[in-house]
DNA sequence: CCGGTTTGGTTGAGCGTTCAACTAAACCGC
DNA sequence: GCGGTTTAGTTGAACGCTCAACCAAACCGG
């Protein structure tokens, strides 16, 4: 059968490109920002922060995985990096023996305290300063939104 | 001397977080629905939908970066690999002789023509039909207004 | 015009992500 | 408790992106 395409009105296709450009853009900026003052890339540093504020730091990775939007494939290859930074431990898990728990190390909980200030005043720059309270809640909602829509279907 | 930190209130955290998720989540699913539907990524065939609009499907390499939001390298590299995919054909600039001008192929338009219904169809459902009509509005001015606030600093 | 600077574009190395294949352990129905 | 199915996590290859270095041509001030 012969299934029509919904295609694009001409103001949803410039909304779509506007955000298109929007996002790409501030992810690109933020992540050029921290990879040149901290030396990370914006996926680590969120890692890095998950780990950060789990209890005793510490993590199982599909848990970590789930909270940081990454596979699991990324996460391992991710903590890999980690590991060899000095950031992030690996420790078997006490009662499940697949199980794998990522811990943050203090010199990891150092280096986060350090990227944290230059990045959070970043996306403050580059996103809030930006936008009036209003539009920062209808963000807030739309992103919300969106979410639960991708995450639901 | 010492520069404070304009730390993220609640409110601007959770919606800076949402934001960062809703983002990443419709950005990997539209683009992991192109690789497996058009054998290509989103940004290569952003680039193909630049030329396929461009005056007689021809663009100058740093005109086609802009429009496609890519680094010059990165358009480098991409175009090398269109062209040997056959969708693309680089031409010699007819006054400028450092000038390279891109050229979308009848091949590289059917790969296009072929990917557009189903990629347009993953916008719609994932992007818009989540939306109501003011949130669109809304989220188009926001787009805006960042793209203006990020390269125009 | 001549030499320095800017612009256009490419290149290769290094890195992060994806995908598919794989191992090992836990779970589950009978 | 045995055999099939999930679940947890890793691995390696292929790929795309970034960054810095680079070449060549155009531009520009004196």
Do not use: C, K
């Not at 295609?7 to 296709?13: A, C, G, H, M, N």
């Not at 506007?18 to 900026?29: E, G, H, Y």
């Not at 280096?111 to 936008?131: S, T």
């Amino acid at each position: 059968m012969a299934v029509m395409t919904r295609w694009l009105d001409s103001d949803e296709q410039r909304t779509w490109r506007a955000f298109l450009t929007a996002s790409r853009a501030l992810m690109d900026t933020l992540d050029r920002e921290l990879q040149r003052d901290a030396g990370m890339p914006h996926a680590y540093y969120e890692i890095l922060v998950r780990l950060s504020e789990a209890p005793d730091r510490r993590l199982r990775m599909s848990d970590l995985a789930e909270a940081a939007g990454s596979s699991r494939s990324r996460l391992s290859h991710a903590v890999a990096r980690l590991e060899a930074a000095g950031w992030v431990r690996r420790e078997e898990h006490p009662t499940d023996r697949r199980g794998q728990i990522a811990s943050l190390t203090d010199a990891g909980f150092a280096a986060l305290a350090a990227a944290a200030p230059g990045h959070v005043e970043g996306v403050r720059r580059h996103l809030f300063d930006a936008l009036s309270p209003a539009q920062v809640d209808q963000l807030r909602r739309i992103s919300e939104t969106l979410t639960e829509h991708l995450t639901g279907s």
